[in-house]
T-cell receptor, first 120, second 115 residues
Framework: AQTVTQSQPEMSVQEAETVTLSCTYD???????LFWYKQPPSRQMILVIRQEAYKQQNATENRFSVNFQKAAKSFSLKISDSQLGDAAMYFC?????????????????FGQGTILTVHP | NAGVTQTPKFRVLKTGQSMTLLCAQDMNHEYMYWYRQDPGMGLRLIHYSVGEGTTAKGEVPDGYNVSRLKKQNFLLGLESAAPSQTSVYFCASSYVWTSGIYEQYFGPGTRLTVT
C-alpha cells in the first residue's frame, strides 16, 4: 500500500515571498501520478498541479512548481510570489495506475495536509 | 455544467439514525469515489465505483454502504450513525485512464455531525 507524508502541519509566508511545502511518499510502483490540491476555507478541493512519474521534467503552473525527486520519493510544492489568496490547506496526493487485478482504479492516497498562512 | 454536486451540504444526526448522501456528476465520468476528511488525517477513501452497477470497498468502509444505480449518481448510506462518523464527506469523479485526464474532480463536501 502507498503512503503519503506531509511533515509540516503548518507553514507561513510573507506576501510576495516564496514558500516550499514538503511531501514524501512510499511506493513500490514505477508508474504513478502525484498531485497537489488546495483546499481554501470554502472546503472545495482545487487541483493545483500534477506530475507524471515517468516524466523527469518538473511540472509548472504559473506561480506553482514542483521539485520531483523520484529516487528520493519526494514531491515538494514551491509557491512563488505568494498572494493572500494562496492561504489554504494543501494536500499532496498519490494516484496509482489501474492494474490487471482491478484493485486500484485510480483512488487517491492523501497526505495529512499543510495549512499555509500568508501574511500581508 | 455543474461538475460534481453533493446533497446535503450540512447535516446533524443523532446516534442510530440513518441517512443517505447523494453525489451527482454531469461530466459522464466512469469512476466515482467517496472520501471522508478528518483533522490531521487527510482524506481517506470509503468506497468507490468503476461504473454503473459496480462498487468496491476503500480503506475505511465499515458502517457505510453505497450504490450506483445510475452512471451519474453515487449514493453513500449510513444505516446506523455513530459519533465516529462525524466528518466532512467528499465525493469525487474522474474519467477512465484511457482519456489521458488523470485528476479527480471533487464536490463541495458535506459536513456531518453525529451527536
Amino acid at each position: 500500500a502507498q503512503t503519503v507524508t506531509q511533515s509540516q502541519p503548518e507553514m507561513s509566508v510573507q506576501e510576495a515571498e516564496t514558500v516550499t511545502l514538503s511531501c514524501t511518499y512510499d511506493t513500490s510502483e514505477s508508474d504513478y501520478y502525484l498531485f497537489w490540491y488546495k483546499q481554501p476555507p470554502s472546503r472545495q478541493m482545487i487541483l493545483v498541479i500534477r506530475q507524471e512519474a515517468y516524466k523527469q521534467q518538473n511540472a509548472t503552473e504559473n506561480r506553482f512548481s514542483v521539485n520531483f525527486q523520484k529516487a528520493a520519493k519526494s514531491f515538494s510544492l514551491k509557491i512563488s510570489d505568494s498572494q493572500l489568496g494562496d492561504a489554504a490547506m494543501y494536500f499532496c496526493a498519490y494516484r496509482s495506475l489501474p492494474n490487471a487485478g482491478g484493485t486500484s482504479y485510480g483512488k487517491l492516497t492523501f497526505g495529512q495536509g499543510t495549512i499555509l498562512t500568508v501574511h500581508p | 455544467n455543474a461538475g460534481v454536486t453533493q446533497t446535503p451540504k450540512f447535516r446533524v444526526l443523532k446516534t442510530g439514525q440513518s441517512m443517505t448522501l447523494l453525489c451527482a456528476q454531469d461530466m459522464n465520468h466512469e469512476y466515482m469515489y467517496w472520501y471522508r476528511q478528518d483533522p490531521g488525517m487527510g482524506l481517506r477513501l470509503i468506497h468507490y465505483s468503476v461504473g454503473e452497477g459496480t462498487t468496491a470497498k476503500g480503506e475505511v468502509p465499515d458502517g457505510y454502504n453505497v450504490s450506483r444505480l445510475k452512471k451519474q449518481n453515487f449514493l453513500l448510506g449510513l444505516e446506523s450513525a455513530a459519533p465516529s462518523q462525524t466528518s466532512v464527506y467528499f465525493c469525487a469523479s474522474s474519467y477512465v485512464w484511457t482519456s489521458g485526464i488523470y485528476e479527480q474532480y471533487f464536490g463541495p463536501g458535506t459536513r456531518l455531525t453525529v451527536t
